[in-house]
């Protein structure tokens, strides 16, 4: 079995680490983000954002997961799975993909309009 990890930059976000942890840590919240830029034309700013939506077959979002289904790869769940207010945010595949994945969300408050963020992904195929 192969596995790496990616640990990302920090990126600094202005604004406090309570909301940066309430809109990441509920789907639900996302999908509404997600509904709204479809309703937007988004190719010339992003294309790529672009061509990977319109492979997206379906998507379903809850509180603590969304499911998609994306042409030619299949089903990809992720579920929250970990909560540590306001600082982590754990997600793990659940789908069928043939990998398991592993990302945390780690935010750090360095101020009140200065939130620090850093993913790592840890895949395992």
Do not use: C
């Not at 937007?40 to 809850?62: H, Q, R, W, Y």
């Amino acid at each position: 079995m192969t596995s790496f990890e990616i640990t990302s930059n920090v990126f600094k976000i202005d604004s406090d680490a309570n909301s940066v942890y309430a809109l990441l840590s509920d789907f639900n919240k996302m999908g509404a983000l997600v509904d709204m830029t479809k309703q937007m034309d988004t190719s010339e700013m992003m294309p790529t954002l672009g061509k990977l939506a319109d492979n997206i077959e379906s998507v379903t979002f809850t509180s603590d997961s969304v499911h998609l289904i994306i042409k030619g790869i299949g089903e990809l769940s992720i579920q929250i799975v970990e909560r540590e207010e306001p600082k982590l945010i754990k997600l793990v595949n659940t789908g069928k993909l043939p990998m398991n994945l592993t990302v945390w969300i780690q935010l750090l408050s360095n101020g009140p309009y200065d939130t620090r963020l850093r993913m790592t992904v840890h895949a395992q195929m």
